[in-house]
């Protein structure tokens, strides 16, 4: 009783604060962790008890392992000490990887056992290793603490098996998370090149640390430490304390408890705590007590931290001018296995200096080595350095003898070298961003102008070939954009995708352009409706103006929003200086012109509820591998129509830059196209034999994009299946056979999104191009890396931030830089299958689908 009431007085900060009644505390409830920082042994488990599922797992594999005549474990004498039944850890992964085709290479095996061993159903003979492919001894703990019992049995060995079949992949998931504990419980030094590049990438997404810079983040992956509490009630420092540690929470959550008032916070997943500490010598400020049961923190200890902070401060290089900082360099760490033929890296500067850092460092010579810095400056310049700006720039550079005709032979060589380099780099950019330039007049003013200064100077022959090339680009691009000048485009009526004006199936490799036209509805409170014609690129603004115009609505604009209403009801408004408005809309959207006070009584159209319009066909007469081969075709078309700049007018907002992201709306609404047409399929499907045959069509479907490295496709199909419409059908699901439900589980799996989608970045990180890639996740990294760092740092480019972004933006080019061959399926109706997959009937309202799923399937009552 004394116990409860010391731990109800203290959850209320109430609790005694002079060091004697903190010391009578630490021997009763709640616990105290001992004040100074501690470094967990890899060695140990990181729970009291393990789990039930691992408990299975660990009794299965040990079953069939006792049961294996030719089995590694054997009584072996350790130091003259006999110990029973323990083998090599090279024993363990070898039987492993032959146990299941699932396992496919030594360290996932390896990953596999830890993973049983920081739960305790595996330990080290001496308890001094975590799992490694070795030759050190493991056992199991049943055989340590003699508890294990006889022979298995026949039906022992039958149910291990079993076991095995259903349940390995889950092991084979926690695999790597097993992995990443262990190294973060190792001390610094015991820490391989491989694995401070793991921790590292893991670093890279974790939220606490996105305003750090990349060196320090490089640098914290060597010190920062991993530790896991078992119990609640536990406390992790007293109000008082001296501050030693940061810390993050990985999994679950802690209360913030302050003398006198009690607990004042929860935080939780993702959040931190103790980041003073590391910057002043204040006592803490509160304490902090584990509110859940087996708390997985992150901690970075001050002496550590404070060294890092030194490091970087010596290693940092400032430009000055004018006595105030216009480039921030950083002395580039050696890398084992990398080369950079550059000592210092870019941190930020203004646009000029950087510009002019980038023509005197990064081009012109032979220049060897690994650095982003000239591709990472081509690609988001256009967020802080717009394309004006950077023509005159690189036209000062070039024309730079034009001030004075006098030069000695060194200045003249100085100016030469400087055009070259201005040449080079118009190269690369034509490189990196291809069509993008050539839609600038001033660049292709600015090409012709260099094309003419390099013709006349006999100086500057070598660069005839290179600038010939560049208007050998330019002259095509023009053609063919003068060839599809005037393409219009249209946004049926009924929820379909937008398509060519002149016909129903949009051309391979079209690409929606700014000043095409489109064709597209605007309603009004009462459903009528104008049809309006504009280009693209139109703003919000021009279009409800027009609209109420046209529906007689005489409000002045200011009095008036475009709005876009969905199916369910939910309202969306548009910037005026919005474009691309019509690509925008949601599946079953429509627009609407409202005056702004009674944009609460807006409400979607009747048919809004319904399906969009579709082809009809019977699935059931089409072949699934085929089906699969079309639809990835046809995303190919579109993926390969979305332009990289297109991710950072999404994220910075695009009327920041007056740019379009019409081809990017279209390849994520067909996203959300796959996704619910297959929830409407499975939902529209009465017969339960027919539902059952759709629900394996589905998965193998899944399957098919899979091996096609159609990876959005796949994500969109397993997400539709794991709709609470679809997953709810229990009768359904059960009728499947094993091997589908297995499938799906390891699909699930794959689409797994935590730690950042942790399982699809392992995966995708050994596919070669081409693939089609998860888009969404894309954009959340854009997002990650906008939010997270500020563009702007004492009047500086935050250029970190502008590497972070490149990073993703190159994802595209890799994805893209094979092109698509696969080999066709013997076909069948070519056509019908192509048309049907370019328009497919979909249901987007939820509460909708779930009515229809419930009608099918009646919950059954308990």
Request: aromatic share 8%; net charge neutral.
């Amino acid at each position: 009783m004394n116990d409860i009431i010391t731990s109800c007085k203290f959850k209320n900060g109430f609790g005694p604060a002079s060091q004697q009644q903190q010391q009578q505390q630490s021997n009763s409830s709640p616990t105290k962790r001992p004040l100074s920082p501690d470094h967990p042994n890899p060695a140990l488990p990181i729970t009291e008890s393990a789990s039930p599922a691992m408990n299975r797992m660990g009794w299965a594999l040990r079953t069939l392992l006792v049961a294996d005549n030719s089995s590694c474990l054997k009584d072996r004498k350790v130091s003259g000490k006999l110990i029973r039944k323990c083998a090599p850890g090279t024993e363990f992964v070898d039987w492993l990887v032959n146990l299941s085709s699932i396992v496919h290479t030594r360290a996932q095996a390896a990953g596999m056992w830890q993973a049983l061993l920081e739960e305790g159903i595996l330990s080290h003979v001496n308890k001094e290793q975590p799992f490694k492919d070795k030759c050190f001894l493991y056992r199991f703990r049943v055989d340590e603490e003699g508890t294990a019992g006889g022979p298995p049995s026949t039906d022992d060995i039958n149910a291990a098996n079993e076991h095995i079949r259903e349940s390995l992949s889950n092991l084979y998931q926690r695999g790597p998370d097993a992995t990443l504990r262990m190294i973060l419980r190792k001390t610094s030094h015991e820490r391989t090149p491989e694995e401070l590049e793991l921790v590292f990438e893991e670093l890279l997404h974790i939220a606490a640390l996105s305003h750090l810079s990349t060196s320090i983040k490089r640098e914290l992956s060597s010190i920062i430490v991993f530790e896991a509490h078992a119990q609640a009630g536990t406390i992790l420092f007293s109000q008082g304390d001296e501050g030693r540690s940061w810390y993050i929470i990985l999994k679950g959550s802690v209360d913030v408890v302050i003398h006198g008032k009690g607990t004042v916070a929860t935080l939780k997943s993702g959040d931190d705590f103790g980041k003073l500490a590391l910057i002043n010598d204040a006592p803490r400020a509160a304490t902090i007590v584990l509110k859940e049961n087996n708390c997985h923190l992150l901690r970075v200890d001050k002496e550590h931290f404070n060294r890092i902070l030194r490091d970087v401060e010596a290693n940092t290089l400032r430009l000055q001018e004018h006595g105030k900082d216009v480039l921030v360099l950083e002395r580039v760490a050696k890398q084992r296995g990398q080369h950079s033929a550059f000592k210092y890296t870019v941190m930020s500067g203004t646009p000029s200096k950087m510009l002019e850092h980038l023509l005197e460092t990064r081009l012109g010579g032979q220049i060897s080595g690994v650095d982003p810095f000239l591709d990472d400056f081509l690609l988001t310049h256009i967020v802080f350095m717009p394309v004006v700006q950077l023509v005159d720039e690189l036209a000062n550079y070039f024309h730079c003898d034009s001030h004075d005709g006098s030069q000695t032979p060194e200045e003249r060589d100085y100016i030469l070298n400087f055009k070259k380099r201005v040449i080079q780099f118009m190269q690369k950019w034509v490189m990196a961003v291809r069509h993008a330039a050539f839609d600038e007049p001033s660049v292709c003013d600015f090409i012709e102008d260099l094309a003419a200064e390099v013709e006349a100077d006999p100086e500057l022959q070598e660069e005839t070939s290179i600038i010939h090339n560049i208007l050998t680009q330019m002259a095509r691009y023009q053609d063919d954009r003068n060839q599809n000048a005037g393409q219009k485009w249209k946004l049926p009526p009924n929820g379909q995708p937008i398509c060519l004006f002149s016909g129903n199936i949009t051309p391979s490799k079209t690409v929606i352009r700014p000043d095409d036209d489109i064709i597209f509805r605007v309603y009004c409170a009462d459903h009528t409706y104008c049809t309006l014609r504009f280009p693209l690129h139109t703003t919000a603004e021009i279009i409800k103006a027009c609209a109420a115009d046209k529906l007689q609505l005489n409000r002045g604009p200011e009095d008036l929003s475009l709005v876009e209403v969905k199916s369910n009801g939910e309202r969306s408004l548009f910037k005026d200086n919005d474009v691309s408005i019509p690509t925008g809309l949601s599946l079953n959207g429509r627009l609407f012109v409202s005056v702004k006070d009674h944009i609460d009584g807006l409400t979607p159209l009747p048919e809004q509820e319904g399906a969009t319009e579709g082809i009809d066909m019977d699935l059931e007469m089409l072949s699934t591998k085929e089906l699969a081969y079309h639809i990835t075709i046809f995303d190919w078309d579109l993926f390969w129509a979305v332009h990289e700049y297109e991710l950072l007018y999404h994220t910075f907002g695009r009327h920041h830059f007056g740019k379009i992201t019409a081809n990017l709306d279209v390849f994520l609404r067909r996203f959300n196209e796959l996704q619910y047409w297959i929830v409407t399929e499975m939902v529209s499907t009465p017969s339960m034999s027919k539902r059952v045959g759709l629900l394996r069509k589905f998965i193998k479907l899944a399957a098919y994009c899979k091996e096609y490295q159609n990876l959005n496709a796949f994500f969109a199909i397993v997400m539709g299946l794991s709709n609470m419409a679809v997953s709810r059908l229990q009768q359904t699901w059960e009728k499947i056979p094993s091997k589908f439900r297995k499938l799906y589980q390891e699909f699930e799996a794959l689409i797994d999104p935590s730690r950042n989608h942790r399982a699809y970045r392992v995966f995708v990180g050994k596919l070669q191009p081409p693939l089609i890639p998860f888009m969404p996740l894309l954009l959340k990294d854009m997002t990650f890396a906008h939010e997270g760092n500020k563009t702007s740092i004492d009047g500086l480019v935050n250029f970190e931030k502008m590497h972070m972004m490149a990073q993703t933006m190159r994802t595209l080019r890799f994805c893209r830089s094979r092109s698509l061959g696969l080999e066709p399926p013997s076909p069948k109706s070519e056509g019908e299958v192509r048309s049907f997959i370019s328009c497919l009937r979909v249901i987007d309202n939820q509460r909708v689908l779930t009515a229809m799923s419930q009608k099918i399937e009646p919950s059954r009552k308990i």
